[in-house]
């Protein structure tokens, strides 16, 4: 699975950046889903998700969010988690 970069957000502290994969299903075969990549500000990633969901416009609500809350990287998967369980209902 390789990621592009398609939309960047930044703060003070860091840069977050939507991301576009390619992944391969079983059942259905190829497809693309967005994720997320966090960078410090000075360009050294910190963390990253690429499987967050295959809604481009949801995920990338959530990235300007978590740039405009200045939300730490290290909460990303937490984050994207609750983000998950209430964009489809769990």
């Known amino acids: 699975m ?3 970069g398609l939309f960047t957000y930044k703060n003070n502290d860091y840069n977050y950046e939507v991301t576009k ?3 391969f299903i079983e059942e259905y075969g ?3 889903v967005y994720g997320i990549s966090v960078y410090n500000a000075d360009g050294s990633e910190f963390n990253s998700i690429e499987d967050i969901s295959d809604d481009l416009d949801s995920v990338d609500r959530l990235c300007r969010l978590m740039c405009s809350e200045n939300a730490c990287p290290v909460h990303l998967i937490d984050i994207a988690e609750d983000f998950i369980n209430e964009l489809y209902g769990l």
């Open 21 to 23: 994969s390619i992944i």
């Open 30 to 32: 190829n497809a693309t």
């Open 2 to 4: 390789s990621s592009t």
